[in-house]
């Protein structure tokens, strides 16, 4: 499931992870649609954006958590925000991995695919 505000980024990210990537992709563009999307979709990843209106992306993945059956399911944050103490944030609010914005669709799913192996690497 990929959460973003905007329209043109959602385009280009579903190409790169549909097409490119091969996932089957749930795009959201807020929050608020993510939380009521997510039940019913399943999904075993979340890419998030961190600014948007409205709930941002900390506060979405936070309600996601509350969710059923989401505690564990890994989430990226994908942001141009990457300053060390904001990507320590993330990680901290418990984000496996941050993609910087903008990003390649062509590696997309490979840069996913690397934070996923980390992440299960991690103790």
């Avoid at 807020?30 to 992306?57: H, I, K, R, T």
């Avoid at 505690?71 to 944030?89: C, K, N, W, Y």
């Amino acid at each position: 499931m990929y959460v973003e505000d905007d329209p043109d980024i959602r385009a280009i990210a579903e190409i790169a992870l549909q097409d490119v990537g091969g996932f089957t992709a749930r795009l959201c563009e807020s929050g608020a649609q993510a939380l009521a999307v997510a039940p019913a979709f399943g999904p075993e990843l979340v890419l998030l954006d961190v600014m948007m209106p409205g709930m941002d992306g900390p506060e979405t993945l936070q309600a996601l958590r509350e969710l059923p059956d989401m505690g564990h399911v890994p989430v990226i944050f994908m942001t141009a925000r990457l300053q060390r103490s904001e990507i320590d944030e993330y990680r901290a609010l418990g984000a496996v991995g941050v993609i910087p914005k903008p990003f390649d669709p062509m590696t997309l799913a490979e840069q996913i695919a690397e934070i996923l192996a980390r992440a299960r690497m991690e103790p």
